[in-house]
């Protein structure tokens, strides 16, 4: 099983106890605001998703992790790699996603936890493109991506939830060459 760790985090597998706080991240408006449609989910819903999350593992070797902060063992939320199914128009493509509570917002915790998911992918997964997907407005996570070495090279609808999104990415090249 994959674990990463960061000065401040650790990044692991999903466990039957993150369900609940998992769902309370999932029930805040906030938090919710910028995903698909805006919806926010309820436990059986989170349930699901971390079942769903889990499988990525499985048939493609990488997924979502759930995010620990170090120094307390609580759960912040999660960060990690999937297929962005719902844009078929980026594919084949990876994306690094992240969704933390808000307790955990304007910390550096999403940019820590998305670099080291990031160098993940590019190293020990030998991945090509990383894209990130995240909707016009949505200033804080633009902010991440930039962080993190992406550039903005798209701007489409997502066709599941009908609102204008932004594709931001970064190629192994360019990943080599911002951390030599």
């Known amino acids: 099983m994959v674990t990463l760790e960061t000065p401040r985090l650790i990044l ?3 466990r039957e106890e993150d369900v609940a ?12 605001r910028w995903i698909r449609d805006g919806s926010v989910r309820d436990e059986q819903q989170t349930r699901s998703g971390i079942q769903a999350w889990e499988s990525e593992w499985e048939s493609h ?4 992790f759930a995010v620990e902060i170090r120094s307390t063992g609580e759960l912040a939320g999660f ?5 962005p199914d719902y844009l078929p128009e980026v594919l084949p493509a990876v994306e690094v996603g992240w969704r933390l509570g808000r307790p955990h917002w304007g910390q550096g915790l999403a940019t820590e936890a998305a670099a ?12 090509e ?25 798209r701007e489409t609808v997502n066709p599941t939830g009908g609102r204008r999104v932004r594709v931001f990415e970064l190629s192994s090249d360019q990943y080599v060459t911002t951390t030599r």
Do not use: C, H, Y
């Open 116 to 127: 080291a998911v990031v160098r993940f992918g590019f190293e020990a997964r030998g991945l």
């Open 61 to 64: 070797g990488f997924g979502l």
């Open 12 to 14: 692991r597998r999903w």
């Open 21 to 32: 706080p998992m769902a309370a991240v999932n029930a805040d408006p906030e938090v919710m």
């Open 129 to 153: 493109r990383i894209v990130s997907i995240t909707q016009v407005g949505n200033d804080a996570s633009e902010r991440i991506m930039t962080k993190l070495g992406m550039r903005p090279v």
């Open 79 to 83: 960060t990690g790699l999937s297929v």
